[in-house]
């Protein structure tokens, strides 16, 4: 099936500083790609959705200033998180969607990314 | 707005009992429903949609219109079905934003 890979897995920044998550889907292109984020024992939250070559829309209470979203290919969104501050510690995953073997349009996720700011 | 409802955070059965993991939702017009497992140390995959109307892993779930649920059965309980269980809707298609209900932890004693 369709894979969708996530850099870095795990990441330690210091507050203050600005992080870059990438999704990446490796055998389909994707023109939509969504950014979730999920607090411990908690669900995923909808962040915003990245769309190729326009602006991100994001969800209502997400600061778009801070979550700095840019899908520059078919196959490549990242996710930057700036001036970091510990309360932005969560599990940030993202997903692609694609045809899957059903025939129908599924959505394949990321393993996550793991921020710990201190 | 759009939400999914799973009243239980964890569910504990023995293994070979029947297993229902309930989900309720709501939606302005006619979403799409799934439902999404998520294996120790795994990623999130699909486990099956209401649309497809099959079984997966012994996993069935059919969607009550009338009373806007969408629960997952199973007959007999494996260990190897623990795992965290998502209910979710979209938009019809499978390529729009998902929503996700809170989880269901399904944990099977052997």
């Known amino acids: 099936g369709a894979v969708v890979s996530q850099h870095p897995s795990w990441v330690i920044c210091k507050s203050g500083t600005s992080v870059k998550i990438e999704c990446r889907s490796l055998?389909?292109?994707?023109?939509?790609m969504f950014w979730y984020r999920q607090f411990p024992k908690q669900s995923l939250m909808l962040m915003a959705t990245?769309?190729?070559?326009?602006?991100?829309?994001?969800e209502q209470g997400v600061e778009k200033d801070k979550f700095l979203i840019n899908h520059a290919s078919l196959t490549l969104s990242t996710l930057t998180v700036t001036s970091a501050h510990p309360e932005d510690s969560s599990f940030y995953i993202c997903?692609?969607?694609?045809?899957?073997?059903?025939?129908?349009?599924?959505?394949?996720f990321g393993p996550g990314t793991r921020l710990t700011v201190t | 707005a759009q939400r999914v409802t799973q009243p239980e955070k964890l569910l504990s059965v023995f293994k070979g009992a029947p297993v229902e993991l309930k989900c309720n939702y709501s939606?302005?017009?006619?979403?799409?429903l799934f439902w999404y497992v998520q294996y120790s140390r795994q990623r999130l995959q699909l486990l099956l949609r209401?649309?497809s109307r099959e079984s997966i892993k012994g996993f069935t779930a059919d969607l009550n219109k009338g009373e806007t649920s969408f629960h997952l059965k199973k007959p007999f309980a494996q260990e190897e079905d623990s795992a965290m269980y998502y209910c979710?809707?979209?938009?019809?298609?499978?390529?729009?934003?998902?929503?996700f209900g809170t989880g269901t932890k399904l944990q099977v004693i052997p």
């Open positions: 997903s692609a969607p694609t045809r899957g073997a059903s025939g129908r349009g599924e959505q394949y």
């Open positions: 055998d389909f292109q994707a023109t939509t």
């Open positions: 990245s769309n190729e070559g326009s602006k991100a829309t994001y």
């Open positions: 939606y302005s017009g006619s979403p799409e």
């Open positions: 209401h649309i």
């Open positions: 979710a809707l979209s938009g019809s298609g499978g390529y729009q934003k998902v929503t």
